[in-house]
Nanobody, 122 residues
Framework: QVQLVESGGGLVQAGGSLRLSCSAS????????MGWFRQAPGKDREFVGG????????SYGDSVKGRFTISRDNAKNTVYLQMNSLKPEDTAVYIC???????????????WGQGTQVTVSS
């Protein structure tokens, strides 16, 4: 069982940066692949990206490639989402998720956080 809590959201101007954190509690965080998703009002949940449990491999959705970076610190049970060059269309609730398999596709996540709001003003 893993509990996930996101933090770091807020209001930022277009072109700015934010770093989100996702803190995990529970056993064996190091063995979980982690993902970030986002959901904007009236839209489907979108896969932002994922990171394998070793931290050695990541994947990103097309809309954020080159602007967002996922990293993790297993000693701190925390995964990060660094967001640069933010656009108004990045406005959404950002949610982290975990799964106990060594792959970083968008599917099959078992545990979800509550999310943190990111608002990008134009």
């Amino acid at each position: 069982q893993v509990q996930l809590v996101e933090s770091g959201g807020g209001l930022v101007q277009a072109g700015g940066s934010l770093r989100l954190s996702c803190s995990a509690s529970g056993r064996s965080f190091w063995s979980y692949s982690m993902g970030w998703f986002r959901q904007a009002p009236g839209k489907d949940r979108e896969f932002v990206g994922g990171i394998i449990w070793t931290g050695g491999r990541t994947s990103y959705g097309d809309s954020v490639k080159g602007r967002f970076t996922i990293s993790r610190d297993n000693a701190k049970n925390t995964v990060y989402l660094q967001m640069n060059s933010l656009k108004p269309e990045d406005t959404a609730v950002y949610i982290c998720a975990a799964k106990q398999v060594a792959e970083i596709s968008a599917g099959d996540y078992d545990y979800w956080g509550q999310g943190t709001q990111v608002t990008v003003s134009s």
